[in-house]
């Protein structure tokens, strides 16, 4: 009974959502391998993991923090990771708010086309479900920023989200490809731009930095190469210290 009330839950959010959430573009599509594959993507903070539940054609799963599937564990992730930069004499308030969106956020995680993510022990299964997945010919979409600076379009990439290809080699002997996605709300348009490939043959250590570097400067050249428009950053900052795709600060 429970479980089917979270779906039924779930898929209310799903339809208020469609309704309401700007109609979005993609393009680059052809960019997509027909091979299964990790698309990497600009957080922009709730629109990155919307726009993939909404948009993203074809068989995907996103990976999302475990901690969001677990309604005890909600608030405390909540707080620090969405709302830490809010000003201080507000903070009571949201440290109140994570607790309220807490049942409702971990229902719909939960019931999304989600992998959950750890960052301790447990991250072996993070990399085992997401291989599942993808031999079951599901593209995995990852937001991996962290919040330090980069650029004026980017945090910078956590990397060990590459070793996934490693692991999925080993089992099926097969080069995985990496897509850069570049989300541009104010614009209303997506971008997938054009893989990068995981050599198997290379160090670890060597092919986390090659292809994080790669996927960065893929994103950050397709972001500068648009019109002018707001970027939506990653962290949860004040509106008036967003910065433009032309500009030349870092976000942070």
Sequence with gaps: MKNWIEKAFYWICWKIIWVF??????????????????VVGNHSQANGPIVAELY???????????QM????EVPDYAYHDFWDDKPKALKPLFRVISYIIAPFAACVMRCGDTIAVYHDTRVINTFRDTVKKLQAGQHIIIF?????GYNQILCAFQENFVDVAKLYYKRTGKALNFVPMYLAPKLRKVYFCKPIQFDPTAPIADER?????????????????LPEHIVVPYPNIPKKDYKTNHSAEAIL
Excluded at 144 to 148: D, I, T, V
């Design 21 to 38: 959430y700007p109609k979005t573009t993609l393009e680059g599509v052809e960019n997509l391998p027909e091979e299964p594959s990790i």
């Design 144 to 148: 991996p920023e962290c919040k330090k």
């Design 69 to 72: 599937m677990k309604t005890k």
């Design 209 to 225: 930095r090659r292809i994080c570097q790669a996927l960065m400067d893929s994103i950050t050249a397709q972001a500068e190469s």
């Design 56 to 66: 993203f054609p074809g068989k995907r799963s996103i990976w999302c923090a475990g």
